[in-house]
T-cell receptor, first 111, second 116 residues
Framework: QKEVEQNSGPLSVPEGAIASLNCTYS??????FFWYRQYSGKSPELIMF????GDKEDGRFTAQLNKASQYVSLLIRDSQPSDSATYLCAASNFGNEKLTFGTGTRLTIIP | DAGVIQSPRHEVTEMGQEVTLRCKPISGHNSLFWYRQTMMRGLELLIYFNNNVPIDDSGMPEDRFSAKMPNASFSTLKIQPSEPRDSAVYFCASRSSGRALGNEQFFGPGTRLTVL
């Protein structure tokens, strides 16, 4: 079992709808969680990070963390075709710089 | 300010040859990470350095792989001898280390390696 698990998709969402991406982790020592976006043929780029239980909003993006359930999610509101990419979830332990990545969820926004 | 620089961007080689990948981290960043990405296994951490010292190399697949960081502005990942299963995209990332929970890793453009 991988330490960070994601549904590989593909996930198809109509333009303007809410895209919901999910991630679970097995290491209870994980403290910080990161969402990276990766366009095809490009390198990952950070969208958001979260380390407190609850929601964190940044523009159209909301990250949600539930440590009791070991669950992290990313919501994208008003989805745009430019949001079509692979989304990588990653976790790290406090004081440890190492990130453990999930295999990613491929998201397609349908115009 | 320039981001993480990697070279070459593409490398095609034959099985058994030595391959050297290069990385220049962002100036001022003192942590450097080497990753490998494949469709099957996703993004895997191979090794990371802090202040030029290797901290965790548990992801290095076998003795054919080695990495060095002779100074704060340069690192290499070497594969000798290369095998077809080493074909992947290799990313280098850097970060300003510290205890801040949200310190971001910045990724380079990657090197696409094909071993025939």
């Amino acid at each position: 079992q991988k330490e960070v698990e994601q549904n590989s998709g593909p996930l198809s969402v109509p333009e303007g709808a809410i895209a919901s991406l999910n991630c679970t982790y097995s290491d209870r020592g994980s403290q910080s969680f990161f969402w990276y976006r990766q366009y095809s043929g490009k390198s990952p780029e950070l969208i958001m990070f979260i380390y407190s239980n609850g929601d964190k909003e940044d523009g159209r993006f909301t990250a949600q963390l539930n440590k009791a359930s070991q669950y992290v999610s990313l919501l994208i509101r008003d989805s745009q075709p430019s949001d079509s990419a692979t989304y990588l979830c990653a976790a790290s332990n406090f004081g440890n710089e190492k990130l453990t990545f999930g295999t990613g969820t491929r998201l397609t926004i349908i115009p | 300010d320039a981001g993480v620089i990697q070279s070459p961007r593409h490398e095609v080689t034959e099985m058994g040859q030595e391959v050297t990948l290069r990385c220049k981290p962002i100036s001022g960043h003192n942590s450097l990470f080497w990753y490998r990405q494949t469709m099957m296994r996703g993004l895997e951490l191979l090794i990371y350095f802090n202040n030029n010292v290797p901290i965790d190399d548990s992801g290095m697949p076998e003795d054919r792989f080695s990495a060095k960081m002779p100074n704060a502005s340069f690192s290499t990942l070497k594969i000798q001898p290369s095998e077809p299963r080493d074909s992947a995209v290799y990313f280098c990332a850097s970060r300003s280390s510290g205890r801040a929970l949200g310190n971001e890793q910045f990724f380079g453009p990657g090197t696409r390696l094909t071993v025939l």
